[in-house]
């Protein structure tokens, strides 16, 4: 009976065992693949042991991209030899093991492979091979750097693979170290995913003789001023400024900083500098100036500084946007704006603002039928733009579509920022409607 009860007592514990490491491996295992799908690599490794690991291809794979990321080629090679038991013909597992053979002088190895590949693989035969020799690091580093700036080019962005795209720069930095342009565009890539710290440490590695300096610094400025606080942002930016030699592209950062901050007149007081040095963007820095001017409510200055930017860059769809909105708003240049806007719409169809601008144009010109139809795109476009959907709202309500304009409204009112500065005419657009 003892012995019995001994053995349940056993079989129980194991199953408490089994049960709980089951559990444990589990929870770790949705840990490693939520940190993964939000590029928090080292967390997504934390948990992974290649001794105990029962993954799919897919997961495998998922550790191998963050393997490489962190910068860890030798747990990405052991990762590697798992993925070709299951895929013997997986593309990056390869790729990873030439870049470990290739960093420990294994070119024995490499041989082997290629003999197993060879024509097979154009991308690897791309990287590391030029008529059937194997490039230097600093070539093979290049190469995998033109990949990912190749896919960043040709692709839409909200469509990028920023896993493969680290995947492939990282193992450019792991091959040649001394690549600041794989260095930099992998901070940039980090900085697109929102991963600030880690953005800000990559552009910090860039030593003040790279070529790259100067972007590093620009880009670390653009950090600063898009995660920091207002203070600390300034603050580091000048700092920037100052170790730059009072840099041209540090010192714009620091005005547009100024302008996405609403500080109008010290945004001003830097597009001034900027402007008395006559850079090639010139147009440019009229043009934020002016809208700076046109926050300020100083339009006589906006309208001059928009005019001039056009002069130096004729047909810059922002620009025309921008001017021609501002004299449909004060009623003036009706004919002139309608035309600007149908020119701007040309250069940049996908545009909603522009779309939104020339819908407006046409309800001021009383084309309401026209002027429905390319609200309503703006719309599909960008349904959550609450100045787009006021608008729809008005057009409608001219329409004599006085049900369908007070919806509009409401979801305008719902939706609207501060910044918008429509709620108060919106409501009383609502209360006026109600009262009659």
């Not at 001394?178 to 991963?195: P, V, Y």
């Not at 006021?390 to 719902?414: S, T, V």
Request: glycine share 2%; hydrophobic share 40%; charged share 25%.
């Amino acid at each position: 009976m003892i012995n019995l009860l001994k053995n349940l007592l056993f079989v129980c514990f194991l199953c408490f065992y089994y049960n709980s490491t089951l559990a444990s491996s589990s929870s770790n295992f949705l840990i490693s693949q939520s940190a993964f799908k939000n590029q928090d690599y080292s967390i997504s490794l934390s948990n992974f042991s290649i001794n105990r690991s029962n993954l799919s291809n897919e997961n495998l794979l998922d550790n191998v991209v963050a393997a490489v990321i962190v910068g860890d080629i030798s747990l990405a090679e052991k990762i590697s030899d798992e993925i070709l038991l299951q895929d013997p013909n997986n593309q990056e597992a390869y790729i990873v093991k030439l870049t470990y053979f290739y960093q420990n002088g294994k070119f024995r190895e490499i041989d082997k492979i290629f003999k197993e590949i060879e024509n097979k693989n154009e991308l690897i035969d791309f990287i590391f091979f030029n008529n059937n020799n194997l490039k230097n690091n600093n070539t093979i580093s290049n190469s995998l750097v033109d990949i990912v700036a190749q896919s960043f080019s040709n692709s839409n962005q909200r469509n990028l693979n920023y896993d493969f795209l680290l995947f492939y720069v990282s193992l450019a930095e792991i091959i040649d170290p001394t690549n600041d342009r794989a260095t930099i565009i992998k901070g940039e890539l980090f900085q697109n995913i929102r991963k600030d710290k880690e953005a800000r440490e990559i552009f910090e590695k860039i030593k003040i003789n790279s070529p790259y300096f100067i972007e590093a610094q620009k880009s670390l400025a653009y950090n600063f001023s898009t995660f920091l606080t207002f203070e600390e942002a300034e603050k580091e930016i000048k700092i920037l400024l100052k170790n730059t030699n009072n840099n041209y592209f540090i010192k714009k950062v620091l005005g547009d900083f100024y302008r996405y901050e609403k500080k109008y007149n010290l945004a001003i007081s830097i597009y001034n500098e900027l402007i008395d040095e006559q850079e090639n963007d010139l147009w440019k820095i009229f043009y934020m100036r002016g809208i700076c001017y046109e926050r300020l409510d100083n339009w006589k200055k906006a309208e001059k500084d928009f005019l001039t930017s056009l002069d130096l860059n004729p047909g810059s769809p922002d620009v025309l946007n921008y001017l021609a909105y501002g004299w449909i708003e004060r009623d003036v240049r009706l004919d002139q704006s309608l035309q600007m806007l149908m020119e701007a719409y040309d250069a940049n169809p996908d545009s909603f603002y522009i779309i939104d601008s020339l819908a407006w144009a046409y309800f001021k010109k009383n084309n309401l039928e026209e002027a429905a139809r390319l609200m309503e795109k703006v719309i599909d476009m960008a349904p959550g733009e609450a100045i787009s959907l006021d608008h729809l709202g008005d057009i409608y309500y001219a329409m004599n579509r006085k049900r369908e304009a007070m919806h509009f409204w409401q979801q305008a009112l719902e939706l609207a920022d501060p910044e918008d500065e429509i709620q108060d005419e919106v409501q009383s657009k609502i209360e006026n409607f109600y009262a009659g």
